[in-house]
């Protein structure tokens, strides 16, 4: 008995790993999951970008919607003027972003009926567009917000990161009432506006939310080296106008470099319709850093705002035909040492990206 007792355990002992073969078996699995991992990050990304792709497809139907009912489309920047701006019950200062007019288009009646009423405080349709408002402090941020953006913060308040066109020009986007794009101030534009055809031409994009990163002037000396991502930020440029390309002069190729003076203002004010706040434009390709010249030029109307994301190479960019496409970084842009467009028609001189923004520009938007 003691016999088959002590070959019974030697062969349950033999049965066990050694230590090599211990730290083979860990260092296989962690080869797997490092092979694992970043597929699963791109399955995500991917997840992200198709909802990302959905929202803007939905901003789409609220735009046609909107058209077929007031045949127009909204304006970028408007609401209501004559009164004074900031005083109680006043007005909005025709500053009220065009997203509040789409709110009933997208399933947001109720906001929208909220803000139209107004309350013991302003009056209907709410105060400067840049205040805030309780009525619209909460921005509808699962249609207006994409699923890539990690800017946007985790709590409910004014965020969002999908964008107007403004079109193909740098200077004068504040208030012109008949822009190179199919969004501008007061007036909006219809399908008959938009000549190059609704498939030609570009509606809304995205840029990337700013919530967290401060406001930076040039007091003191701008920021420092590698601490604002360019695509995350708006810097302080002038000369830009007559050459876009000189707005490079503020990044390293990813951040913005020290001592340039930026802002981040960005997807924090869904209700501004300013276009530093809600507005793109088509000169500098996806993901090229912004630039703003002027002396207020928090709110400049001089800028370079080309749309931005998180999405791998690209941005989504929804057209007036309602469908979506994937805009390359890479995507011709024409001569950036040329000045911007001076008429409403006539080709772009920012190439296919360009023509893409400009909704009568009689020019190809495909290479």
Same mark, same amino acid.
């Given at each position: 008995?003691? &016999? ?7 062969? !349950?002992?033999?049965?066990?790993? *050694?230590? &090599? =073969? ?22 995500? =990304? ?27 489309? &909204? ?9 004074? /701006?900031?005083?109680? %019950? ?6 009220? #972003? ?8 997208? =399933? ?19 105060? /400067? ?10 921005? %509808? *941020?699962?249609? $207006? ?19 107007? /066109? ?41 840029? $990337? ?24 930020? !708006? ?26 003076? !930026?802002?981040?203002?960005?997807? *924090? ?16 390709? %996806?993901?090229?850093? #912004? ?44 001569? $950036?040492?040329?000045?911007?467009? *001076?008429? &409403? ?23």
């Amino acid at each position: 008995m003691r &016999v088959r007792l002590f070959r019974w355990r030697s062969r !349950v002992a033999g049965l066990g790993f *050694t230590l &090599v =073969e211990l730290l083979v078996v860990i260092a296989i699995i962690g080869i797997l999951i490092a092979l694992l991992l970043p597929a699963v990050q791109a399955a995500r =990304e991917a997840a992200r970008r198709s909802q990302c792709t959905n929202n803007l497809k939905q901003l789409g139907l609220a735009h046609h919607n909107y058209h077929d009912v007031n045949k127009v489309f &909204v304006y970028r920047k408007g609401g209501t003027g004559g009164g004074t /701006c900031g005083t109680a %019950p006043g007005d909005n200062g025709y500053r009220r #972003a065009g997203f509040i007019s789409l709110l009933p288009y997208f =399933e947001q009646t109720a906001m929208y009926n909220r803000i139209m009423a107004g309350d013991g405080t302003w009056a209907p349709q709410g105060p /400067c567009g840049w205040s805030g408002w309780t009525p619209w402090n909460t921005a %509808p *941020t699962g249609a $207006l917000g994409c699923p890539s953006d990690s800017g946007i913060p985790k709590v409910a308040g004014p965020y969002f990161s999908y964008v107007f /066109c403004i079109g193909d020009r740098v200077s004068n986007l504040g208030d012109d009432q008949n822009p190179r794009g199919v969004f501008g101030y007061v007036r909006g534009q219809t399908f008959a506006d938009i000549r190059d055809g609704s498939s030609n031409t570009a509606l809304m994009s995205e840029r $990337l939310c700013q919530y967290g990163l401060g406001y930076q002037n040039q007091t003191p000396a701008g920021v420092t080296a590698n601490t604002i991502l360019h695509v995350q930020g !708006v810097g302080q440029r002038a000369g830009i106008a007559a050459s876009p390309i000189g707005c490079y002069a503020v990044t390293d190729g990813r951040y913005f470099i020290a001592g340039t003076g !930026v802002q981040c203002y960005f997807g *924090t004010n869904w209700h501004d319709g300013q276009p530093m706040h809600v507005g793109f434009t088509t000169v500098l390709p %996806p993901n090229a850093p #912004a630039c703003a010249d002027g002396g207020s030029w928090a709110d400049s109307y001089t800028a370079l705002l080309p749309p931005a994301s998180f999405h791998p190479g690209g941005v989504n960019v929804l057209k007036a035909d309602g469908a979506v496409s994937f805009i390359s970084d890479t995507i011709n842009t024409g001569n $950036l040492s040329s000045g911007q467009p *001076t008429t &409403v028609t006539g080709a772009s001189p920012y190439g296919p990206w360009g023509a893409l923004g400009s909704r009568s520009g009689g020019d190809q938007v495909i290479n």
